[in-house]
């Protein structure tokens, strides 16, 4: 749990504002351009003049930005998904294959899912754009379809539907970011940046003081799995986070669109340079560093805290004027003994809230007047009031706020008596709970037992 509302950005290399890679910063600069009024960036990194290759392909006459430090031009779109008419992977093969690397990157969740980060209406026009991708799991269909029964407002800056395409930009000349993986290619203006991989999706994800997202739930306890993550490739391809904050070079993504680009325009890339590393290694020293945090109590230290604090540095507080994207959340997350009971909850919020009694909505049904009310003026009035949230560039600074909050509730880091594994503890609680670990509570439960038949 956090103490504030949230977004995530999630980048498939480290980004932020506070990188020292040449056009990292830029680049950050122009996706909070763009915030808050969309869920997902398609980055295309193919330089010319083949590239930007997902712009052509969906965009006859694609515009351009200028950055906010006026290095260089960028291309930025706005694009609604339900815009498109169907495409198939020959129409266009770039940007199929940017979300298939997507959708792969999550097919196997083990603590995140796809449609925990992306909104299920974003996924649904996704597979009617692309029906050849298989975007929602038959395991997802039923958790997505439920979201999908509280219809975001059409009002408001946020669509869950958009993405916005974009390139790299050109930074000045000058160092070599330490980060490419192909040959600089130089341009009248600057250098391009060469991010890690040819076509990055960067997800946008709001969520509430809950971990609660428009499709799902960021975990509470993610710093958990962090710290009790083996390897470098669990962080990187397992739990699918260390790529936000431990830079890895070789990538089966790349594969696959190279492949395109030496059958498309018989370009021969310049691949990785050989003999490199997995990772730089990052994703190994930070849970080290947040193990030993925790197993020496430095909470309780003064200069315990200072150590917690560095990580913040990667957390903006943005000031926002549009919060429909939290109360649709809100709305998704609400249980009841059933769909009819479910809705009766949200209107009954609407009435206390907003003042928007369920009398005074014209539709015939609960489902039609839930939303109704979300266009309602009384409720548009209220979620464009400014409020602040916390921007979190990676997991790595969202983890350390979760376990900072989960400290002051004095629900402390601590081992299971039962199977030794990290969970939260309370003055009630030394085992795991059924959410925290599955296997553990059976566990639990079978030793009961046998105590039981024993006595």
Not at 25 to 53: F, N, Q
Not at 142 to 150: D, Q
Not at 331 to 338: C, E, I, P, Q
Request: with cysteine.
């Amino acid at each position: 749990m956090t103490a504030w509302k949230g977004e995530l950005i999630a980048a498939p290399w480290p980004l932020s504002p506070k990188s020292f890679v040449p056009g990292d910063k830029e680049l950050s600069y122009l996706i909070t351009g763009h915030l808050p009024r969309t869920p997902v960036v398609l980055l295309d990194a193919i330089e010319d003049p083949y590239g930007p290759a997902t712009t052509r392909e969906l965009l006859p006459d694609p515009a351009e930005i200028w950055d906010p430090d006026e290095f260089s031009r960028a291309c930025g779109d706005d694009l609604d998904l339900r815009a498109l008419s169907p495409r198939s992977g020959s129409d266009a093969p770039f940007t199929q294959l940017a979300i298939q690397s997507l959708l792969s990157t999550y097919a196997r969740p083990e603590v995140i899912a796809l449609g925990d980060l992306v909104p299920p209406e974003w996924l649904q026009a996704a597979q009617t754009a692309f029906p050849e991708l298989p975007t929602v799991s038959e395991t997802s269909l039923p958790r997505w379809s439920r979201n999908l029964r509280i219809r975001y407002p059409h009002q408001g800056d946020f669509r869950p539907t958009r993405v916005v395409l974009a390139s790299p930009p050109n930074p000045p000349k000058g160092p070599t970011p330490t980060h490419r993986v192909r040959e600089l290619t130089a341009v009248p203006d600057g250098l391009f940046h060469s991010p890690p991989v040819w076509l990055a999706i960067i997800t946008i994800t709001p969520f509430d003081e809950e971990g609660r997202t428009l499709g799902g739930q960021l975990p509470l306890d993610l710093w958990r799995h962090f710290i009790s993550a083996q390897t470098a490739q669990e962080l990187h391809e397992g739990l699918r986070i260390a790529d936000t904050f431990c830079l890895r070079d070789f990538r089966s993504e790349n594969d696959s669109i190279e492949a395109e680009l030496r059958r498309k325009f018989h370009w021969q890339p310049a691949g990785p340079c050989p003999n490199k590393p997995y990772c730089e290694g990052q994703c190994m020293i930070e849970p080290d560093a947040m193990k030993a945090w925790i197993e020496g109590q430095d909470w309780r230290k003064p200069w315990g805290s200072g150590i917690a604090s560095d990580y913040t540095a990667n957390i903006q507080e943005v000031d926002i004027s549009d919060s429909t994207a939290y109360e649709v959340i809100w709305a998704r997350s609400v249980r009841g003994t059933s769909e009819d009971d479910r809705l009766r909850r949200i209107l009954t919020r609407f009435d206390s809230t907003y003042g928007i009694p369920p009398d005074e909505l014209t539709a015939s049904d609960r489902t039609g007047k839930v939303s109704e009310a979300f266009e309602h003026q009384l409720f548009v009035q209220n979620v464009r009031k400014r409020r602040l949230i916390r921007r979190y560039w990676g997991y790595l600074p969202l983890m350390w706020d979760q376990l900072r909050s989960s400290i002051e509730e004095e629900h402390f880091p601590a081992h299971c008596a039962n199977c030794g594994g990290w969970m939260t503890k309370t003055k009630r609680k030394i085992f795991h709970s059924r959410e925290e670990d599955d296997e553990c509570d059976r566990d639990q439960a079978k030793k009961r037992k046998q105590v039981s038949r024993a006595g």
